[in-house]
C-alpha cells in the first residue's frame, strides 16, 4: 500500500539524518517492497548504499530492479544513477535512453541523459537530445537552458550568451 510505503520512506529519511544508517536502509528497502513504484526510495536507497560505499550493492539493487521491470523508465533512471557512481558512464547512457524510449515525455530522463552526454563531450548527441525533446514537449526553458549549457560546456561562449538572452525573452517568469 502506498501510504505505508510512505511511512517507511519517513523513518527511513529520519534514520538516515539522525546517523542511524542501516536502520535508514532497512527502512527503505521497505518502503520500496510495498511500493515499487516509489521513485524517492528508489534513488534515496541507491544514494545512500553508494555513499556508504557499498557500490556493489547499489549495483546489484539496480540491476534486479531493471531485471524485474524492464518496461519501467524509473527502473532505468535508478540503473543510470548507479551507474554513474560506479564510472560506468557509456552504460548509463543506454540506461537513460532505455529510460526515454519508454517514456519520451520525461523530462528527467532527458535532462540527465543530456548531462551524461554532456559529461562525455558528445556535443552533437546532447544537442540531438534536446532537439528531440523540443519536437515533443515545445518550447520548454530547461530545455533551453540545456542548450546553452551543452555550448558554454562546448566552448561556444556568445553562443551560450545569445541563447540564454533568447530564453530569458520567451520564459521572463
Not at 556493489?56 to 521491470?69: H, N, S, W
Not at 519501467?72 to 543506454?94: F, T
Not at 562525455?120 to 526553458?141: C, H, M, N, T, Y
Amino acid at each position: 500500500m502506498p501510504g505505508y510505503s510512505t511511512l517507511h520512506g519517513m523513518l527511513a529519511n529520519t534514520a538516515w539524518r539522525l546517523g542511524d544508517r542501516e536502520r535508514a536502509l532497512a527502512a527503505v528497502a521497505r518502503a520500496t517492497e510495498l511500493d515499487p513504484d516509489y521513485r524517492w526510495a528508489w534513488f534515496s536507497r541507491c544514494e545512500w548504499l553508494i555513499e556508504l560505499d557499498r557500490h556493489a550493492e547499489a549495483l546489484a539493487i539496480a540491476e534486479r530492479l531493471v531485471a524485474d521491470r524492464p518496461r519501467q523508465a524509473l527502473a532505468h533512471e535508478v540503473h543510470a544513477e548507479v551507474l554513474e557512481a560506479v564510472g560506468q558512464h557509456d552504460e548509463r547512457v543506454e540506461a537513460l535512453r532505455r529510460a526515454l524510449a519508454l517514456q519520451p515525455r520525461l523530462g528527467s530522463s532527458r535532462l540527465r541523459l543530456c548531462d551524461a552526454l554532456i559529461d562525455l563531450k558528445r556535443f552533437d548527441d546532447a544537442r540531438s537530445v534536446i532537439a528531440e525533446g523540443q519536437q515533443l514537449l515545445g518550447d520548454r526553458p530547461e530545455l533551453a537552458l540545456r542548450l546553452a549549457t551543452i555550448e558554454r560546456t562546448a566552448g561556444n561562449h556568445e553562443a551560450a550568451r545569445k541563447m540564454l538572452r533568447a530564453a530569458l525573452e520567451r520564459h521572463p517568469d
